[in-house]
């Protein structure tokens, strides 16, 4: 399924970062305040930072901009094509790096003080071999932070609000594109199953974040897809934090 994902986000790019005109900023998906407001980060200064499926690297460049030394690794070469053009545009010296986010033989171990990523794990099949490149690529104690969207929110129905789905089918949903040709797996695993993987993987958990607000009135920003009247009932982002 890498191949996959790798076409789908080679054939969407473009219109992906065009369309979503994403800011340059700490922001960890749909629902989640802008900045660490979350209080997972910490100080980066100084610090050498791992972007584990950077896109476009906004996210990435933020920090760089808050003074840590970051490499951006994505398996789209489109993706870092505009990454690259984003990092010049913002005078920022970002390494990036082609590469599965499973796989990353290229970075030595036990390099980065903190290891992470926005909404990207739920297009990874193999969610323990990431994890395990993440615990090798830290340093001792190296923090690892990272967003995915959050279970509940697929199995409520958008029009209606009620559930249809079922939070234990963890199948992965299958995504096609006819204008593309392409298709991809979105998968959407339990937080049990998330938990207990970064547990055996050997971090420890630190942290969970459920970010968002009862009152619909509260998300200002353009969430794309994700309703506001929606996101007041059922969070669509969840946040994790541990370290090495």
Not at 75 to 86: D, G, K, N, Y
Not at 106 to 118: C, E, G, N, P, V
């Amino acid at each position: 399924m890498e191949e996959k994902a790798k076409e789908w986000w080679n054939a969407w790019s473009e219109e992906f970062q065009t369309e979503g005109d994403i800011d340059v900023a700490v922001a960890f998906g749909p629902g989640a305040p802008e900045g660490d407001d979350l209080g997972l980060l910490g100080d980066v200064d100084g610090e050498k930072a791992i972007e584990l499926g950077c896109g476009g690297a906004q996210f990435g460049l933020a920090l760089s901009k808050r003074g840590a030394d970051v490499t951006g690794v994505d398996i789209s070469e489109e993706q870092l094509a505009h990454a690259r053009r984003l990092a010049d545009e913002e005078g920022e010296d970002v390494e990036f790096v082609e590469s599965s986010v499973t796989d990353v033989p290229m970075i030595d171990d036990a390099t980065y003080d903190l290891a992470f990523s926005a909404f990207a794990f739920q297009w990874v099949e193999d969610l323990r071999a990431c994890f395990e490149e993440a615990y090798r690529v830290l340093k001792d104690g190296g923090r690892f932070v990272f967003s995915v969207d959050h279970p509940f929110y697929k199995v409520v129905d958008h029009e209606s609000h009620e559930v249809e789905g079922s939070y234990f089918d963890d199948a992965p949903r299958r995504v096609h594109s006819e204008q593309k040709d392409a298709e991809m797996g979105i998968y959407g695993r339990k937080v049990s199953e998330v938990v207990n993987l970064l547990i055996e993987v050997g971090f420890t958990v630190e942290a969970m974040r459920e970010p968002g607000y009862e009152d619909p009135d509260e998300y200002v920003n353009d969430f794309g897809s994700f309703e506001p009247e929606l996101m007041a009932k059922v969070p669509p982002t969840v946040v994790y934090a541990a370290h090495k």
